[in-house]
């Protein structure tokens, strides 16, 4: 082979393999979520995080959708189409509302629940130097357009108290089943106080208009700040005979409690998974978690099938992981990767949601995914779909810009719903910073109240 040959072929070795590698690269790219559309919530940036939806079960047209700071809704009437933000929904006894999450109850009331409080304690110290503070609800009867004026106290503790106990990260779950315990509703939040943190519980069998004296669900509690080794991350649901399934994270275990008598009681706790620490740094980011959800798919299986979803680092980048149980949580699944791409590849998926449609058991799970960032910075939204029973996910894009967060609070959770084949999320973004200076550029980036609140809709109707 003359020299020229030989240059010819690895020319043509080359070029085969840069062929390769980009046809690689695009077969890597996530197909668009089906019928997918993004509209945003808040069209001018502000300090809105941490948002919820839920779904009306009588009426799957009415879709509401919640968020902070403070406690605000938005509503439509028609799928997710047109979207209106609601006035009146933002506590009037205090300062600060937010935590906010929202369901539907049997009688197709909307209810939030939200903690408001005038200050802040010390920095995840919460319970030290606290304020007063307080765990309420409020309710829509007409599918999130108008919120009754008056909110209707879980918990609150007034000024005369030094170092008040914090209540934080309320969860509210509906019983919309045709059990006994039909309509009933449940919240389930962190206490923290100077010398631990605690997880509490409370009940209304009215629709609201009261609640239960708050018992707590685990007597073992966990460290006082809000960090790794804390209670935090409750969430529930109701399987068909009404039985309540709660879940939240100790250490590096999560937990699981069961009630059977509408939330009266709990079975002793138990660990059921074991994570890696659910509080870690996510670059570029000023927070960040994988506190676990719960659903349950009602028609697989003899006792429907529990899913749990959580995120961490294990693999060195952080991942979103799935467990499932046939068995009414006696036994788990071991975990199944959720993001598809490359295992070890330094992208970082966090803050998922999760959400099982009760009509068909397909899964989902919404999170922020890195998988595009060549220095893992900037992340779009994902939408993973399990129609194997949580055996395997597959990955659809939802949003395809990405964004920088430039360390902002991007909050705890994102949240997702769906009925029906048709999917809801909700989730924060950062929007790029407009000025053209780069030092301008780099102050507006940093500014703390910029963020927005987008709502996705897609449809899997014609997906098998």
């Known amino acids: 082979m003359t020299a020229f040959e030989r240059v010819l072929s690895k020319l043509l070795v080359f070029s085969l393999f840069t062929c390769l590698q980009l046809a690689l690269s695009y077969a890597q790219e996530l197909p668009t979520a089906p019928g997918s559309s993004v509209s945003a919530l808040t069209p001018e940036p502000g300090y809105f995080t941490e948002p919820g939806v839920a779904i009306n079960p009588k009426n799957p047209e009415q879709v509401v959708a919640v968020f902070q700071d403070n406690a605000h809704a938005a509503y439509s009437s028609d799928s997710g189409n047109h979207w209106q933000v609601a006035n009146g929904v933002e506590s009037t006894r205090y300062r600060v509302s937010g935590d906010v999450s929202v369901v539907f109850d049997t009688r197709g009331h909307a209810i939030i629940s939200y903690m408001a409080f005038d200050k802040l304690g010390t920095y995840n110290y919460w319970g030290h130097n606290s304020s007063r503070n307080g765990l309420y609800v409020r309710r829509s009867l007409d599918g999130g357009k108008t919120w009754e004026a008056n909110d209707v106290p879980i918990i609150a503790h007034d000024s005369s108290e030094e170092n008040p106990p914090w209540e934080d990260k309320p969860y509210i779950v509906s019983d919309t089943t045709q059990s006994k315990y039909a309509g009933n509703l449940y919240v389930g939040w962190t206490r923290w106080t100077l010398q631990d943190s605690e997880i509490l519980f409370t009940r209304s069998i009215d629709g609201g208009d009261t609640w239960s004296k708050p018992i707590e669900i685990d007597k073992h509690r966990g460290l006082p700040r ?47 998974v074991q994570t890696a620490p659910i509080m870690f740094k996510v670059q570029d980011v000023a927070r960040a978690n994988g506190f676990p ?93 399990s129609s194997d029973g949580g055996r395997s996910f597959k990955n659809y894009a939802w949003t395809t810009e990405p964004f920088r967060a430039y360390e902002a609070f991007m909050g705890d959770y994102t949240g997702i719903a769906a009925l029906n084949n048709r999917v809801y999320g909700v989730w924060t973004e950062k929007p790029a910073p407009t000025a053209t200076d780069p030092a301008a550029r780099a102050a507006e980036g940093r500014r703390p109240r910029n963020t927005l609140v987008k709502v996705g809709v897609a449809d899997f109707s014609n997906v098998h």
């Not at 209670?231 to 005979?241: M, N, R, T």
């Not at 399934?245 to 059977?260: C, F, K, R």
């Open 226 to 272: 809000d960090d790794n080794g804390a209670l935090e991350g409750f969430d529930g649901v109701v399987a068909p005979d009404g039985t309540l399934y709660v879940v939240w994270n100790d250490g590096n275990d999560m937990m699981l409690a069961i009630s059977h008598d509408g939330g009266q009681s709990f079975d002793k706790p138990r660990k059921i």
């Open 293 to 385: 959800q719960i659903a349950l798919a009602p028609k697989a299986g003899k006792h429907g099938r529990l899913y749990v979803t959580w995120s961490d680092y294990r693999n060195g980048d952080v991942d979103v992981f799935c467990a499932t149980s046939d068995d009414e949580g006696r036994s788990w699944s071991a975990p199944v990767r959720v993001n598809d791409d490359a295992q070890h590849d330094g992208a970082d998926q966090y803050f998922q949601w999760l959400a099982v449609d009760p009509a068909t058991s397909d899964a989902y799970v919404i999170f922020y995914d890195r998988r595009d960032s060549k220095n893992n910075e900037q992340q779009t939204v994902t939408l993973a779909r």
